[in-house]
């Protein structure tokens, strides 16, 4: 059997394709500390990247009173407006996440103590635009936000 040239460009092409897609991974590295900040506000990824997050709680205080979380929000979803509804849902420092809001997430990790550290992998969203991202423990939604952009 002969292949034509072309067929043997498409069969190759596609190989280093899907090579070069596999090897995009965008690695972002964001700590919370005791003052209720996130030390990335924004960051900047492209439609369908495969991301690795690195979350990192640099405080010390007891995870009961100042535990951090990093949840990413679907599009159109407000940070300010999801820390309401999590409060309104029984959100609570034991409970910072209700499964019933699990609908708004694209991802995100557990509640982290001081030191703590997680790392999450998820595909950014194909559609471009502006994603935020919070700290659900209760309150916290008030400074802890920050901006995926994707474009
Ligand atoms: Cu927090």
């Given at each position: 059997?002969?292949?034509?040239?072309?067929?043997?460009?498409?069969?190759?092409?596609?190989?280093?394709?899907?090579?070069?897609?596999?090897?995009?991974?965008r690695?972002?590295?964001?700590?919370?500390?005791?003052?209720?900040?996130?030390?990335?506000?924004?960051?900047?990824?492209?439609?369908?990247?495969?991301i690795?997050?690195?979350?990192?709680?640099?405080?010390?205080?007891?995870?009961?009173?100042?535990?951090?979380?990093?949840?990413?929000?679907?599009?159109?979803?407000?940070?300010?407006?999801?820390?309401?509804?999590?409060?309104?849902?029984?959100?609570?420092?034991?409970?910072?996440?209700?499964?019933?809001?699990?609908?708004?997430?694209?991802?995100?990790?557990?509640?982290?103590?001081?030191?703590?550290?997680?790392?999450?992998?998820?595909?950014a969203?194909?559609?471009?635009?502006?994603?935020?991202?919070?700290?659900?423990?209760?309150?916290?939604?008030?400074?802890?936000?920050?901006?995926?952009?994707?474009?």
């Amino acid at each position: 059997m002969q292949f034509t040239n072309i067929q043997l460009l498409a069969f190759f092409s596609f190989f280093i394709f899907a090579h070069a897609e596999e090897e995009i991974t965008r690695e972002i590295i964001i700590s919370g500390n005791d003052a209720m900040q996130f030390d990335v506000k924004k960051f900047v990824t492209a439609p369908g990247e495969k991301i690795h997050i690195t979350f990192k709680n640099v405080g010390s205080l007891p995870k009961i009173a100042m535990g951090h979380n990093l949840v990413f929000l679907k599009k159109g979803i407000d940070a300010v407006a999801f820390g309401q509804k999590v409060l309104a849902s029984g959100g609570s420092a034991t409970n910072p996440l209700p499964k019933s809001l699990l609908g708004d997430v694209i991802a995100h990790t557990k509640l982290l103590g001081p030191s703590e550290t997680e790392t999450i992998t998820f595909q950014a969203p194909k559609t471009k635009g502006d994603y935020q991202y919070v700290c659900t423990f209760p309150g916290h939604f008030a400074m802890m936000r920050g901006t995926m952009e994707v474009k």
